[in-house]
Nanobody, 115 residues
């Protein structure tokens, strides 16, 4: 069983930056793909960025060039560096590990970007 805890969210002005962390415990996630998702009020949860066990990354078009996902396997942690934040980035951000038999999700961290 993997437990995921997100942190690093907060209130920031448009154009600012935040770095989210997704810390895993219980089992190593170094061999797992990890994804960041977000859910804005009244909307569905959507994919933001993902990183494979060997470091390959993918991004939603809406965040390409602004967000960077990375991982530190020694710390069992995945990060999401968010730059040039926009009000439309406001959401609860969740990380997910591709574990078996079911995916593991964190509880989320709120990101609010003011205009």
């Amino acid at each position: 069983q993997v437990q995921l805890v997100e942190s690093g969210g907060g209130l920031v002005q448009a154009g600012g930056s935040l770095r989210l962390s997704c810390a895993a415990s219980g089992r190593t996630v170094s061999t797992k793909a990890i994804g960041w998702y977000r859910q804005a009020p009244g909307k569905q949860r959507v994919f933001v960025a993902g990183i494979t066990s060997d470091g390959r990354t993918t991004y939603a078009d809406s965040v390409k060039g602004r967000f960077t996902i990375s991982r530190d396997n020694a710390k069992n942690t995945v990060y999401l560096q968010m730059n040039n934040l926009k009000p439309e980035d406001t959401a609860v951000y969740y990380c997910k590990a591709d574990t078996w038999p079911t995916d593991s999700w964190g509880q989320g961290t709120q990101v609010t970007v003011s205009s």
